[in-house]
């Protein structure tokens, strides 16, 4: 038994499965007794229990600050973050060491960096750096163990290891694929919140379309909250305004996270523009909704298992050997084609 098998007995994804039996918040009441029934029928035996980890266990520390506009305090129940967690668990348990879990507010960001030198680390800490800037990342590593990794952001100029995505080359790869598709008048949705990846996607983005003798005009840049799923009044407001100006809808856009490419396609569908016939829309993450909502989302994919391994890893290795050199990883992105992007003419020849 696996599992992958309890998560389908129990109708949930895997990380449904993983917070359940780790014990973590996430999930109904409902949903915690069926994993843990089913598991009980079929004698599955659970290695470690991160939460339940003695002073004797290896265990290294996932630390999170929240409420700071992409990583809200339920943050282990963002798909992005949700699927990436279930890795470095996953990870840590092959390695034999337990994961806590340390959640900061960003609100007491300056009172509570100094109790983080006091707080039990235990033997390496994760960082989650996406909604952190450089000055940030400095003030809270001076309060922590050597044993560091920071995760899902990067700075070239601070002597710490960090683990990122390769932003630019992902974007790079959505423009091309919109470009190669035969669109010549693109759009672009940005987080209305701004951070070091969704920086680095725009400069990947306008850099593949100047490539192929393409300009993003400043007219075409919307933004909108980078963590609604639903359609939102502010984008159809800044799109109906872009119209009544006497402007044509973009055959395309590129948002720059799944989050805002979902709510998007909400908002055209209820502006009666249909996608991806008279707008194609891509996205930027893979997460697992991204195969849910209709149609199917045209993406780039980030490769969150092996972001976690290479963190967890780098992390244990640090603990276990002096490394006064530290390392910049990038993890490259593919494009996945879905039904959500098409060439700009298909809907006038189906008509």
Known sequence: M????IARLAGVSKSAVSLALNGKPGISPETRQRIFQIAKEHNYQLKSRSLNADARTK???FLVFVNSGIVLEQYYQQPFFRELIYHIEERCRYHGYSLLFSAVDMNNFERDIGALAKAPHKDGVILLG???SREQIAAVTAKLPHSLVVLDTGCDTLPLHFVEINNVMGAYQAGIHLCELGHTDIGYIASNIKIHNFEERMKGFTAALREKGRKLSDNR???VAPTILSSQDALKDQLQSFLAAGHKMPT???CECDYIAISAIKTLTELEYRVPEDVSVVGFDNISEAIIVSPELTTVH???ERLARLAVDLVIESINSE??????IRVDTELVARLSSAPPLVAAKRN
């Open 221 to 223: 840049i919307f933004s």
């Open 323 to 328: 490394m006064r050199v530290k390392s910049k």
């Open 302 to 304: 980030v490769d969150k």
């Open 130 to 132: 996406t909604n952190l």
């Open 252 to 254: 395309a856009f590129f």
């Open 2 to 5: 696996k599992m992958e098998d």
């Open 59 to 61: 265990s290294l520390t």
